[in-house]
């Protein structure tokens, strides 16, 4: 099957599940998307017992996605420039402590937390992982995906101040999150230096190299939209500045995400404050709400097909299971050490510290990696934990977070 059949296809099932979503079930877009995709794979897997040539030929065309390329080197570009052309300067001023030690030491935190938990855990359930593949999953596992809570928060009565805090860390926490997760893969590499010098070389070439990037990106990007007032054409920009950006971030070995996330704000702030129209403002922020929809949803559709050519054994779902419990634990510990450091500027109380944890969601990011995880590091048992925590933390977190928002301490 070639690229554009395959692209045919997720987008026809992408548009179907948004369509059932909308009509029927009318749950927020992540949630709604998220349960159709679980109920599809699930019927899917059912019907091959029956039409055993149905399970086969989908079983070929998604065994022919390069995951990797696919998501690593494509979507996630779009998914992180899209999230971050929409934060504003001023929001992340008034929170820059919080955002800035959530979306990295936190980061940090819970890949350590969570990867050695994972390595005991797993080990000792008789599936046996390195400990530098059980931080790559601590790493994919640790960025949060808010996005399907906002709207929930909102109407919660959230005070602006936790809100951007969430916006803010998530942002950031995804671009940081790919550089450990990238860092991490490259180290797993057979004869890769392990020496401290090494990995902060390389962690500090993926980051700074990406930062730089995403300034230069940005900046150019920016001056580019405010020499003209066409909106097709500025919209073009923003795309030639993702792809073309995040292609060059590859070849240069530094963080595209980063790069992106970077680029975005600029283009994002500076780019509508002094380079667009209100019109062009408006196609740009539709055009890229479009694409981080789209992209949501063909993810979410990618990890459902994705169950019918993993393994799954009953130990990896008891695995996954337990794994939702030490994943909050150790996001409660991971928001709860920076907390502390804030809470001398700042009162962080102990609800704040909840709805954080609880409103955390885990999400595409973490898909995407997952996803993208080479084959011989064991993809399909971090593919199936992490679908058992995605799946957790949208559909119960996710419908649950608005009720535990409005309850007092």
Known sequence: MDLFHLLSILIVLSAGFAYINFRIL??????????????????????????????????????????????????????????????????????????????????????????????????????????????????????????????????????????????????????????????????????????????????????????????????????????????????????????????????????GPLAMVVAGLIVGNHGKLYGMSDLTAEYVDKFWELIDEIMNAILFVLIGLELLVINISPTVLLAGGLMIVIALASRYISVWVPALVISLREKITRKTLVILTWGGLRGGISIALALSIPVEYGRDIWVTITYIIVCFSILVQGMTIGKLAKRGT
């Open 26 to 255: 009318k749950l927020p877009n992540a949630i709604g998307l998220m349960l159709v995709s679980l109920l599809f794979s699930l019927g899917i897997i059912a019907l091959g017992y029956v039409f055993p040539d149905t399970k086969r030929i989908l079983t070929s065309a998604v065994g022919n996605i390069n995951f990797s390329s696919l998501l690593l080197e494509g979507m996630l570009s779009f998914m992180l420039f899209a999230g971050a052309i929409h934060i504003k300067y001023k929001d992340l001023k008034s929170e820059k402590l919080s955002i800035l030690l959530f979306s990295t030491f936190s980061v940090v935190i819970s890949t350590f937390l969570i990867g050695g938990a994972t390595f005991y855990l797993l080990n000792a359930l008789g599936l046996p992982v390195s400990f530098l593949t059980a931080l790559l999953f601590g790493a994919l596992i640790s960025p949060t995906d808010p996005i399907a809570v906002l709207s929930i928060l909102k109407s919660a009565g959230v005070s602006k101040s936790l809100e951007t805090k969430i916006a803010g860390e998530s942002l950031f926490n995804d671009g940081v999150a790919v550089v450990v997760f990238i860092t991490i893969l490259e180290l797993a590499q057979p004869g890769a230096d392990l020496g401290v010098g090494s990995v902060l070389t390389l962690f500090g070439q993926e980051a700074i190299g990406g930062i730089l990037l995403g300034i230069l990106l940005g900046v150019l990007g920016y001056k580019l939209i405010a020499s003209i007032d066409h909106y097709q054409v500025e919209v073009l920009i923003t795309l030639a500045v993702v792809m073309g950006g995040y292609t060059f971030a590859h070849y240069v070995h530094v963080s």
